[in-house]
């Protein structure tokens, strides 16, 4: 069973860094796109940033030259650097990605259960 796990978040002062990340595991041949997502309290869930597999990559404009996301395919991983965070910030942040299984010929959207990351001004 495939599945994407998601690590780095906590409490961070304005001002500061977290590292995020999330490992995707199971009988997985090949994974396309991975993104970032997040929610905040009462709103609706947003893109953050995206990557392909050649290391593409786009983001939302408020965090664009402070968040910087990347991969390691070999680790099947998609990290989410986020620098200068704001209490804006604060969200519970997902990991999304296009998964080609073994066993099947079209690619699947995974979802990891998300990890809070909470910006104290």
């Known amino acids: 069973q495939v599945q994407l796990v998601e690590s780095g978040g906590g409490l961070v002062q304005a001002g500061g860094s977290l590292r995020l990340s999330c490992a995707a595991s199971?009988?997985?041949?090949?994974?396309?796109?991975m993104r970032w997502y997040r929610q905040a309290p009462g709103k609706q869930r947003e893109l953050v940033a995206a990557?392909?597999?050649?290391?593409?990559?786009n983001y939302a404009d408020d965090v664009k030259g402070r968040f910087t996301i990347s991969r390691e395919n070999a680790k099947k991983t998609v990290y989410l650097q986020m620098n200068s965070l704001k209490p804006e910030d604060t969200a519970v942040y997902f990991c999304?990605?296009?998964?080609?299984?073994?066993?099947?010929?079209?690619?699947?959207?995974?979802w990891g259960k998300g990890t809070l990351v909470t910006v104290s001004s």
């Open positions: 999304n990605a296009e998964v080609y299984v073994l066993t099947l010929p079209l690619g699947i959207d995974y």
């Open positions: 199971g009988p997985i041949s090949n994974i396309n796109a």
């Open positions: 990557i392909t597999r050649s290391g593409s990559t």
